[in-house]
């Protein structure tokens, strides 16, 4: 056995330095969706006091708008491979937040799903920097080109920009 990295270490204890280690929400969701389990980073990122009040509960719950249509989607898709979508919910404590959520089966001895396992990052200031840097080049992309490439003809040009 390759012990260049020290002593042996017990895998139940990896695993949960691990977990504990991770700045996303991980749970673990029974085949129906329902949360079964979370990371104490889940808990601290989704503002969770008391994990009984929320264990047992349907995920897709918790999402709001197409947020909720996505989560119900990627656990009814649990035979068919990995689920992924960016939603917005909000904590335990009222705060709105965005999330880039992925969900996969976990597989059982026969390897049929027995369990989901869900990772959400919270991605709320990145979300937001996203849609203003989309708002802020909308004018840009819709002016009309002049046939001279470096100059457009409704829009004054920004500092950074180089004309040909």
């Known amino acids: 056995?390759?012990?260049?990295?020290?002593?042996?270490?017990?895998?139940?204890?990896?695993?949960?330095?691990?977990?504990?280690?991770?700045?996303?929400?991980?749970?673990?969701?029974?085949?129906?969706?329902?949360?079964?389990?979370?990371?104490?980073?889940?808990?601290?990122?989704m503002e969770v006091t008391d994990f009984a009040a929320i264990q047992g509960c349907p995920w897709p719950d918790f999402w709001q708008d197409q947020g909720h249509i996505d989560a119900k989607a990627a656990v009814a898709?649990?035979?068919g491979g990995a689920g992924h979508f960016r939603g917005y919910a909000i904590t335990m404590a009222g705060t709105p937040r965005w999330w880039d959520v992925s969900v996969t089966p976990i597989s059982g001895p026969d390897g049929r799903p027995e369990k989901l396992l869900s990772v959400s990052r919270h991605v709320t200031a990145p979300h937001f920097a996203e849609v203003a840097l989309q708002t802020s080049e909308a004018p840009l992309a819709a002016a009309p080109i002049d046939a001279d490439p470096g100059t457009r003809t409704s829009v004054t040009k920004p500092a950074r920009w180089h004309g040909v």
């Open 1 to 45: 056995m390759d012990q260049s990295f020290g002593a042996v270490i017990d895998p139940a204890s990896l695993l949960r330095s691990l977990l504990a280690s991770s700045g996303d929400c991980i749970k673990i969701l029974d085949l129906h969706g329902n949360i079964e389990f979370m990371t104490e980073g889940g808990k601290r990122l």
């Open 77 to 79: 898709a649990k035979a």
